[in-house]
């Protein structure tokens, strides 16, 4: 779908509710398998639209960001005003809206659906997760709800798939119908001037002949919203007054601004309400309510949460890790399969070395980001998910964020690609985005191949407490936390500088538990992994390419080629294959040294040799941009160990400590070691990230920002450890 949205012959429906009310898992039900991801035209906002054919018409169906209320304030509602209004020019105009409530929570549901009828457009109202409502003892005459809404409802069970053909049969018949014209419920008062107000904007304006109700009605309650900013630049000093006094005016006849609109909804909702719903006297004590006596206690829910994560993350450590190898396997097969069908020479090395490890670096990252997705969106299908932002929200408010921040952070420590993309659960815009700018400095795990080579080689297996605990298990252990730890700092700056401002009272629908649907589940962790796939697997591969090509070139590559050729007709054994090889690694790491990398590497030595560095560490520093991992490799290369080294490689251990200056000293010692994993555990070394929070944000801003504040915090750190270091030792 080249996504033909402004064809007349497609009919736009969308879909709004809360949060955790079953919007998405409706959609979903009714798109199928035709589902597409991507993000809103010049925001972050994800957009999740459908082409359907139902009984001969073609429908667009569009999933709108979950919300409470249709006043602006961040992106997410914002597009979707924009969108309910026509003004989304990728949509177009919107012919039915799907307004999804919980049943058993009519009353605070409904203020949404009354702001979506004041639009003025033919709308459903779905009452879903109707099962919980008559679990606790509630009953809803939805007869009579309809004819004083006067818009069709549809009682849905969205987890078991019933009422959904009720509700496509529904949209079918909304499509030619009219939009019901229910009375303002506002005072006359306030009547008088939004209707002064859409005159002002006629004399200011002249080509806006006539302005939405609604749009002049949000104008007027929104004090300091988007609408208010957004039209305030574009018409002035004028409008502006007019809404001052406009307000003040309002406020001396009794209807104070907000407060104005919440008593009107809610007054209107609890008179169409009446007679219509019945529950017990007394509230029943529900298995959530039992349930969340434990898991939303200050102590227990704590430990259970801590114990769950811990459970998680380990899993995906665990299992992800046999996938993973399976993955590299694979790619060491294609590799020897092309190097059997292609001869030595560029062609080769760019098909093995470029285009099959470029695919392997997305596809590697496959099994972590499914896995994590798949525990999530248990977690979220559960109910859980929103008892966890619960529980971390004081935890994490202390540095300026919200609790829904702490599970995309704890994400980031198996990967820091599914911990930013799993941001999207954060409806507030700065949150998000201060949680995606310091996700990466959570140490994920590839960095653990760095520490393990380094630990092993240079930091002594002292033991304490009768071999409990180890020196070298000590260091791998601060190596893992100092992210986290530089974390804080940042997060709180960048909340007082950048993004200054109040983090937002934290408001969250504890919906009921239910056993997780499997095809909601795997629908989701799909869909995600095959935005990862799509969204950032080929600029992933365009940055392998690019470092592949500047360690090949340039450089004379003919007796390389040669002893290659040589090598494939002799026997893997024989001691000519051995000295073959050995001459092979060499010829290696005299053409990197010699590359455009190694050139690089040379350069930036003055620069690095404060950290105790000399150009080969650089080159490897460069050369692990795509993935922090690249460096055992890149060492083992420029070390002429050739690049199938491994971090628990004793030769790339010895090569290491053997290594001097030109003077005769030692490159490596403890000192150059600690700086090196510093560094490591701070920088901005993965290219993949990088790429995914392009794409998250929508700009190479955020990108480019990173990049600099996390290297420059790992250039000052590695600096100041190897300089204290060397005082010491």
């Known amino acids: 779908m080249s996504d033909g949205l402004q064809s007349d012959a497609v009919t736009k429906v969308a879909f709004i509710g809360n949060p955790n009310t079953g919007k998405s898992t409706i959609f979903s039900g009714l798109a199928g398998v035709h589902t597409r991801i991507g993000n809103f035209p010049g925001v972050t906002v994800e957009k999740k639209t459908a082409r359907v054919g139902w009984d001969n018409s073609d429908l667009l169906l569009i999933d709108l960001p979950g919300t409470y209320s249709l006043s602006p304030r961040g992106e997410d ?6 969108v309910l209004l026509g003004k989304e020019a990728d949509v177009g ?47 809803v005459d939805t007869d ?27 949209i079918l018949l909304a499509i030619d119908a009219k939009p019901a014209l229910t009375d303002s419920p506002f005072p006359e008062p306030f009547n008088r001037e939004r209707d002064s107000l859409s005159q002002l904007i006629r004399d200011l304006d002249p080509s806006k002949k006539t302005q939405s109700d609604f749009l002049m009605s949000r104008l007027l309650l929104d004090r300091g919203g988007a609408i208010e900013a957004d039209m305030v630049q574009q018409y002035g000093d004028k409008l502006e007054s007019f809404l001052t006094a406009a307000r003040q005016r309002l406020a001396d006849d009794g209807h104070r601004v907000p407060m104005l609109e919440a008593k009107v909804r809610y007054g209107w909702i609890r008179e169409q309400l009446r007679d219509v719903v019945t529950a017990p006297q007394t509230q029943r004590v529900t298995a959530s309510d039992r349930l969340d006596q434990i898991l939303t206690h200050r102590f227990w829910g704590i430990l259970f949460f ?5 459970t998680v993350f380990q899993s995906i450590y665990t299992w992800a890790g046999p996938l993973m190898d399976g993955i590299g396997a694979g790619q060491d097969w294609v590799a020897d399969l092309v190097a059997s069908m292609v001869g030595p020479g560029a062609l080769r090395s760019l098909l093995i070395d470029g285009v099959v490890a470029g695919v392997g670096g997305v596809i590697v990252f496959l099994p972590q980001i499914v896995l994590l997705f798949l525990f999530i969106a248990i977690l979220e ?29 704890m994400s980031s420590f198996a990967c820091a690609i599914p911990g930013i993309m799993a941001t999207r659960v954060i409806e507030n815009p700065k949150d998000r985005l201060v949680t995606i700018l310091v996700a990466p400095l959570m140490s ?21 407490l009768g071999g409990i605990v180890t020196l070298q298990g000590l260091t791998l252990f601060a190596m893992m936390s100092l992210g986290a730890l530089v974390a804080i700092p940042v997060a709180w700056i960048l909340k007082k500088t950048y993004f200054k401002g109040e983090t937002p009272p934290f408001v969250m629908e504890l919906p009921s538990y239910k056993i997780p649907s499997l095809r909601i589940v795997f629908g989701r962790v799909y869909d995600r992994a095959r935005a990862f796939v799509v969204r950032a697997g080929t600029l992933i591969f365009a940055t392998t390419i690019v470092v592949w090509a500047a360690g090949y070139f340039p450089g004379d590559h003919t007796e390389l080629i040669n002893i290659q050729r040589e090598k494939e007709s002799l026997d893997d054994d ?6 073959l090889t050995e001459r092979e690694n060499e010829l290696n790491s005299e053409l990197l040294a010699g590359s455009l990398l190694g050139q690089m590497g040379r350069a930036i030595e003055p620069v690095v040799k404060p950290l105790g560095w000399d150009w080969r560490i650089g080159i490897g520093a460069i050369a692990s941009f795509p993935a922090r991992e690249v460096i055992i490799s890149t060492l083992g290369t420029v070390y002429s160990l050739g690049g199938d080294v491994d971090e628990e490689s004793k030769d790339l251990q010895n090569s290491l400590k053997s290594v001097t200056w030109p003077d005769g000293k030692p490159v490596f010692n403890v000192a150059v070691a600690l700086s090196l994993m510093v560094f490591f555990a701070l920088c901005a070394q993965c290219g993949a990230t990088l790429m995914v929070m392009r794409r998250e944000t929508n700009t190479w801003r955020w990108p480019i920002f990173t990049f600099v504040y996390m290297t420059v915090l790992a250039y000052v750190g590695a600096f100041i450890t190897y300089q204290v270091t060397v005082l010491f030792i």
């Open 444 to 464: 994920c795990s590839a960095r653990l191949p760095v520490y393990v080579v380094l630990i092993g080689a240079f930091v002594p297996p002292t033991a304490y």
């Open 574 to 579: 024989s001691a000519k294959y051995a000295e």
């Open 306 to 310: 801590c114990l769950l994560m811990l």
């Open 93 to 139: 105009e919107v012919d039915v809206v799907v307004c999804i409530v919980d049943s058993s929570n009519l009353e605070r549901n409904l203020y949404l659906a009354t702001q979506v009828l004041d639009i003025g457009l033919p709308t459903i109202l779905v009452l879903n997760m109707w099962d919980v409502a008559e679990g606790r003892g509630m009953k």
């Open 77 to 82: 509602e914002k597009v979707s005003v924009d």
């Open 381 to 409: 299908d559960s109910g859980y998910m929103a008892r966890a932002a619960f529980l971390m929200d004081k935890l994490m408010t202390r540095v300026g964020l919200s609790g829904k921040s702490f599970v995309p952070l």
């Open 144 to 170: 009579l709800l309809s004819k004083r809404l006067q818009i069709p409802i549809v009682k849905t069970m969205a987890h078991k798939k019933e009422g959904l053909d009720q509700l496509k049969s529904k």
